[in-house]
C-alpha cells in the first residue's frame, strides 16, 4: 500500500462527505417533487435512515481524525438547513397550486 | 496535522468498524432478550437501519482506500451470520420456555 499524508486522506474525506450530504438532498428533492407528500410516514423514514447513515460516515470520519468534530456538525447542520428550506419551499408551491 | 501512513490508518478504520459491528450485535441481543419479540416491525426497523448505518461505513472506507471490497463484504456477511444464529437460538429458547 502506498504511503499517503493524512492530510490528503482528509481532504479526500470531506469532500467524499459533502458528496453523500449533496446526494441525500437530491434524493429528498426527487421525493418531494414526484413521489409522495413530506407528510408521508415513508418519506420521514428515508429521511432519517439516510441522515443515520450520513452520521455514521461523519462520526467514522471523526473517529479516524479525518475530519474535526465542529466540521463533522457543520456537514450534518448545513443539510439540516437544505432540506429544512426545500420542505417550506415545497409547501409553498403546494398551497399556490390548489 | 501529523503525518501518518494510510496503511495505519486502514488498521485503525477496520478494527472501528468491527466495534460497530459489535455494537450492533450486542444491541440486537439486548432487544432480544429484553425488549421486544423478533418479529416485532420495530425490531426490524431498528436492525434494517443500523446495518445501513454499518453499511454507509464500510462503503466510505472502500472509497477512502482503507479498506478494500472484499474486506468490506466479509464484515457485513459475518455480521448477519452472527445475527442470524444469534435469531435461531432466541427462537429455540422461546420455544423450549412454551
Request: hydrophobic share 35%; glycine share 4%; proline share 2%.
Amino acid at each position: 500500500m502506498s504511503l499517503e499524508t493524512l492530510s490528503g486522506q482528509s481532504e479526500k474525506a470531506y469532500a467524499l462527505l459533502q458528496e453523500d450530504a449533496e446526494k441525500i438532498l437530491k434524493l429528498i428533492e426527487v421525493q418531494m417533487t414526484n413521489l409522495t407528500m413530506p407528510q408521508c410516514p415513508l418519506y420521514e423514514e428515508v429521511l432519517d435512515t439516510q441522515m443515520f447513515g450520513l452520521s455514521r460516515e461523519i462520526d467514522f470520519a471523526v473517529r479516524l481524525n479525518l475530519i474535526n468534530e465542529e466540521e463533522g456538525k457543520e456537514l450534518m447542520d448545513k443539510l439540516e438547513r437544505q432540506l429544512s428550506a426545500l420542505h417550506e419551499s415545497s409547501m409553498e408551491q403546494k398551497e399556490k397550486s390548489q
